[in-house]
């Protein structure tokens, strides 16, 4: 069984790759190598028992008492067994413990989101991540995305 662990230096090109192949699907933004090193200390993983990253997660904070679920990604060998679910629900606990008040994700599969407790909302309440991210996105403002938030 994956063990679920805050991200270390030597997770980073594990993170890199898993993400960058989930892009080939649109599952996730692509995400560079500088950008997973930048923000390492957001993500947790997924850790299988042979070492390999199988997943992983980023809290990101956004804004006051804001923050983001973002790069969440299960390998597809490693679906199935509750991983995502399992690092979703560390990234709100870190939430919790950092005083965050509402936790928020854009994704493309709303109902695993609403089994974690988020519930869709308008993506006009979250202008921090419009003009921060958003703009700066090849599907801006075409975007698919449906956004979706958590009172925590």
């Known amino acids: 069984m994956a063990i679920i662990r805050k991200a270390r230096m030597e997770d980073a090109e594990g993170i890199h790759s898993i993400i960058k192949e989930s892009t080939k699907n649109a599952m996730v933004l692509p995400r560079s190598r500088s950008s997973i090193y930048n923000h390492l200390r957001d993500f947790f993983i997924a850790e299988a028992e042979d070492g390999q990253v199988v997943g992983c997660c980023a809290l990101s904070i956004t804004w006051d008492c804001l923050a983001e679920v973002r790069s969440l990604v299960v390998t597809p060998e490693a679906r199935g067994s509750n991983l995502g679910g399992r690092m979703v629900e560390a990234c709100v606990q870190e939430a919790k413990g950092l005083g965050v008040c509402e936790v928020f994700v854009l994704t493309n599969i709303e109902d695993f989101f609403k089994k974690q407790g988020f519930a869709a909302t308008d993506k ?21 995305e ?6 925590l």
């Open 124 to 144: 006009n309440i979250l202008p921090q991540k419009v003009w921060a991210d958003c703009i700066n996105c090849p599907l801006f403002p075409d975007c698919d």
């Open 146 to 151: 449906i956004p979706m938030i958590m009172k």
